[in-house]
């Protein structure tokens, strides 16, 4: 992936080294986890499920921030603020076409837990946006597990990560999230709907970026569409459980997180994304 012209957004609140709170968990993607979403994540990440159950995960092991040298995820923070700094220079112009005021979501990097808008966040859950404060929460340690657990290295795969929870900023300013009952889980629930179209979204900003900044490189578009796969509901039930349950649904499967990625990415056009007058996902 190429990153040259990509410039660095200063929206950014660097918590790392810092304690976080303790509390509920939040889900991967932005949407909230039911039961059954709750031991998947717990299975994968090898935590206590009764731990994201009463939001708590033990004691948090304190990182000095600054005077002690660089971090090893310091290229890490520096890439995700690159990757930010280019989703805001892709959606101003686009929203400013609709005739929606763009203002930028912030990105919180931080260690194992913290505190958010929407609750106390904790990185066993994944990243995930706050539409209450327009924060986009991401431990950096989650690029190992894409890597390691998931199948999905590289800078693109990463980039997918941030251009999706940045596609649940693009629905809070359009005001998707308001209009429709985003926590409804099941496989044509409106939470998957919400989810594929957050996919779909990252695709519209691959498009752009490349377009303005020429980012993509041989193998990128490869790397987003397994990591889109990686996260499917479908992969991660199988993993965990042996066996899908779709009424428990939350992000889509495999194969539609791939397919809606793809349509975005195809001719980044955001009337494209409709998921939810979709009849076929």
Known sequence: MRLDDLRPTENVDDQRGRFGGYGPHLAVGGGGLGLVGIVVISLLFGVDPNQLLNGNSGAPTEQTQGGTGPRSDDAAYQFSRKIVGSAEDVWTPILRARGVAF??????????????GCGDGQSSAGPFYCPADSHIYLDLSFFNELAEKFGAPGEFAQAYVIAHEYGHHIQNLLGTMNAHDTSSEGAAGSSVRTELQADCYAGVWAWHANAQ????????VEGGLRAAASVGDDTLEKQAQGYVVPDSFTHGTSAQ??????????????????????SEL
């Open 103 to 116: 203002t930028p979501a912030t990105i919180t990097v931080y260690d194992s837990e913290t505190a958010t």
């Open 257 to 278: 997180r791939a397919r809606w990625f793809r349509r975005g990415l195809a001719h980044g056009d955001i009337d494209s994304c409709d998921t939810f007058s979709a």
């Open 213 to 220: 900044f020429h980012i993509l490189q041989n193998g990128d």
